[in-house]
C-alpha cells in the first residue's frame, strides 16, 4: 500500500513536470510564432517607409530560435507596382530588389539610457540584389538630411555586432535629375566583412559614434556612371582591408561612351572626349578611420603599375566656354582632406588630340614609356611642405627623351608654380603630327641637341627662359587642306625670318625668353605649352 502511494506520487510529479515543459515548450513556440509575426510586419512596414507606397514585398520562411537567440528570413523580394510620382515630383520609376537569406545569430536587447541598445554575435546576408531607378529630386525640406548614423541613433543608444557578413552582392542603380543629368551606380560579386562592428551615439564617445576592429571588402566591378551617360567610371577586382591599411584594384578605367568622332556631336553638354586606364594601382599605409571620423584621407603610397590617358578636343563643334581649373586647384577643392605623402608610376602612356576649326584631321602630341614619382600631394597646409612635387621622365612623340619637375602650390592663398626640365636630343619633324595639322606648319630639316627650360606662373600669366640648343632648322608652311607647300611663305621664312642654328654663326648661345598670359578657358597643359613657346619663338624667330 505504502509502493502505490509514493508510485503514485512520482507519477504525479512527472505529470506536473511534463506539463510544465509542454507548457513552456508551448509558450516558446508562440513566442516564436509571434516574434514571426512582428518580424514579417516590420519588414514590411520598413520598406513600405524607405520605398514609398506601391511596393509589393514578398517574405519567404522566417525562423526563429529562443534557445539559440537566433533569427532567419529567407527570400525577402520588394518590388514596385507602379510609377506613381512620390513626393513633389521624386518618381521611383521601378524598384527590383532582394536577398536570398539574412541571418542573425546570438541576438541580445537591453535599455541603455532610456534607448534600446541591440547586440548580436553575428549578421550574414546571402546575395542581396537590387535595381533601382528613380526620376527627379526630393525638395529640399530646409534641413540637412539625416546621415546613416543619425537615422539610426534617433530609435537605438546602441548597436554591436561580433562579424557582419554579405556576400554575393548585385547592385544596378539609377538616379536621374532630369533628362541629361543623372548618376550610375553598379556593383557586381561584392563581398563585405566587418567584424568589432559598433555605433554608439553616448556623450562618452566624444562625437565618434562609428567603430570597427576590420573591415574587409572585395568586388569583381564597380562601375559609376555620371552626366548625361557620357562617361562611366569602371574598376575590377576591387580589395580593401581597413586591419592592413591598404586597398588594391587591378584596373581603374573612364570610358567614353560614345566614339571618338562623334563625341561632341552625341555629347549634349560636349565635354572633350576622355579616356584613361591605370593598372595594378595600390594604396598602403591608409588611415580609414581618419577618413569616416574627420573626412581626410590620409595615404602613406600610392602607385600604379602602368596607365594609358587620352584626350579629343574637336573645335568644330560649338562648346560653351567653363573656366578650366589648373590640376593644384582641383586637389584644392576637394570635398575631403588629402594627404598623399608619396606616389610613384611606370609604363604611362599620354596621348592628346585637337581637331583645329577648319582642320581636317587632329593634332598630335603624345609621351611614352613615362615614370616618375610625386610627394606631399595633399590639400592640407599645415605641417606640410609649401608646394606638392611631381617628377616624370617620358620620351616626346616617342623620340625625345623629357626630364620635367613640377611644383605647385598646396595653400590656396600660395599662387606661385614652377615647372623646369630638360628635354634631349631629337628629330623636330617628329612634332609634325601636332604642328602640320594646326599651324599649316611642316619641319623639313634639323636636329634639336637639347632644350633646357624654366617656367614661373600664377593662375593668370607666366614667364618662361629657355636655351634651345639645335642645327639646320627648315620649315614649310603648307596650303590648307592641301598637302602642297607655299613657297614664296616658305622662302620668306627659311631664308629671312628663321634662326637655322643656335649657337650661330658667331658661337654665341641664344637664350630664349618670354611671358604669357593665360585664357582660363583653356586647359592648363595648354597653359604650359603656350608658355614654353614664348622661349622657343624667341629663340629661334
Request: hydrophobic share 40%; charged share 25%.
Amino acid at each position: 500500500m505504502k509502493e502505490n502511494k509514493t508510485f503514485r506520487g512520482r507519477t504525479k510529479a512527472l505529470v506536473i513536470a511534463g506539463s510544465i515543459v509542454i507548457f513552456l515548450v508551448a509558450c516558446m513556440f508562440g513566442v516564436e510564432l509571434w516574434l514571426k509575426h512582428r518580424i514579417r510586419a516590420a519588414i514590411e512596414k520598413e520598406a513600405a517607409a524607405l520605398t514609398g507606397s506601391g511596393i509589393d514585398v514578398g517574405i519567404g520562411r522566417i525562423s526563429v530560435s529562443l534557445a539559440k537567440r537566433s533569427v532567419t528570413v529567407r527570400n525577402i523580394h520588394l518590388k514596385s507596382q507602379n510609377n506613381d510620382p512620390g513626393h513633389a515630383g521624386f518618381t521611383l520609376v521601378s524598384l527590383d530588389a532582394g536577398v536570398e537569406r539574412v541571418s542573425l545569430r546570438g541576438v541580445g536587447y537591453k535599455k541603455r539610457n532610456g534607448k534600446p541598445a541591440l547586440s548580436a554575435a553575428s549578421i550574414v546576408i546571402v546575395a542581396p540584389y537590387a535595381t533601382v531607378v528613380t526620376q527627379g529630386e526630393k525638395p529640399d525640406a530646409g534641413t540637412p538630411e539625416k546621415t546613416f548614423q543619425q537615422s539610426i541613433t534617433e530609435k537605438l543608444r546602441a548597436i554591436a555586432v561580433g562579424e557582419i557578413r554579405i556576400s554575393g552582392t548585385k547592385l544596378d542603380y539609377v538616379a536621374w535629375k532630369d533628362e541629361q543629368d543623372g548618376t550610375r551606380i553598379g556593383i557586381e560579386n561584392g563581398d563585405l566583412k566587418v567584424e568589432g562592428f559598433m555605433i554608439d551615439s553616448l556623450p562618452a564617445a566624444a562625437g565618434k559614434i562609428l567603430f570597427s576592429d576590420d573591415i574587409t571588402f572585395t568586388a569583381g566591378r564597380v562601375s559609376y556612371g555620371y552626366g548625361a551617360g557620357d562617361f562611366v567610371l569602371q574598376v575590377d577586382t576591387v580589395s580593401l582591408n581597413t586591419a592592413d591599411r591598404t586597398f588594391s584594384l587591378k584596373t581603374a578605367s573612364l570610358i567614353p561612351q560614345y566614339p571618338k568622332d562623334e563625341f561632341a556631336q552625341k555629347s549634349p553638354k560636349h565635354s572633350d572626349w576622355t579616356e584613361f586606364t591605370l593598372r595594378g594601382l595600390t594604396l598602403a599605409g591608409v588611415d580609414y578611420a581618419g577618413l569616416v571620423n574627420n573626412k581626410e584621407l590620409a595615404v602613406d603610397s600610392l602607385t600604379f603599375a602602368s596607365g594609358h590617358v587620352a584626350s579629343y578636343k574637336n573645335r568644330q563643334v560649338w562648346q560653351e566656354p567653363r573656366v578650366k581649373p589648373m590640376l593644384y586647384q582641383t586637389i584644392q577643392s576637394l570635398p575631403l582632406g588629402v594627404d598623399i605623402k608619396r606616389m610613384s608610376f611606370a609604363g604611362l602612356d599620354i596621348e592628346y588630340d585637337e581637331l583645329a576649326a577648319g582642320g581636317d584631321s587632329p593634332g598630335t602630341v603624345f609621351f611614352t614609356k613615362g615614370f616618375g614619382t610625386a610627394q606631399n600631394i595633399t590639400n592640407i597646409a599645415d605641417g606640410h611642405d609649401r608646394f606638392m612635387t611631381i617628377e616624370m621622365t617620358a620620351n616626346l612623340m616617342d623620340n625625345g627623351p623629357l626630364h620635367a619637375v613640377f611644383l605647385f602650390p598646396v595653400s590656396p592663398q600660395d599662387d606661385h608654380w614652377e615647372a623646369k626640365g630638360r628635354l634631349g636630343k631629337m628629330d623636330p619633324a617628329a612634332l609634325n603630327r601636332a604642328i602640320e595639322p594646326l599651324a599649316n606648319i611642316k619641319i623639313k630639316t634639323g636636329t634639336i641637341h637639347s632644350v633646357d627650360f624654366h617656367i614661373t606662373g600664377t593662375l593668370a600669366q607666366s614667364h618662361t627662359t629657355l636655351t634651345m640648343l639645335y642645327n639646320d632648322l627648315s620649315v614649310a608652311f603648307m596650303k590648307k587642306h592641301e598637302a602642297k607647300e607655299r613657297k614664296l611663305m616658305t622662302f620668306i621664312a627659311d631664308e629671312m625670318v628663321l634662326k637655322k642654328d643656335n649657337p650661330g654663326h658667331n658661337g654665341k648661345v641664344r637664350p630664349g625668353e618670354g611671358d604669357f598670359t593665360r585664357d582660363p578657358h583653356k586647359s592648363m597643359y595648354n597653359f604650359m605649352w603656350k608658355s614654353l613657346f614664348q622661349g622657343i619663338k624667341s629663340t629661334a624667330l
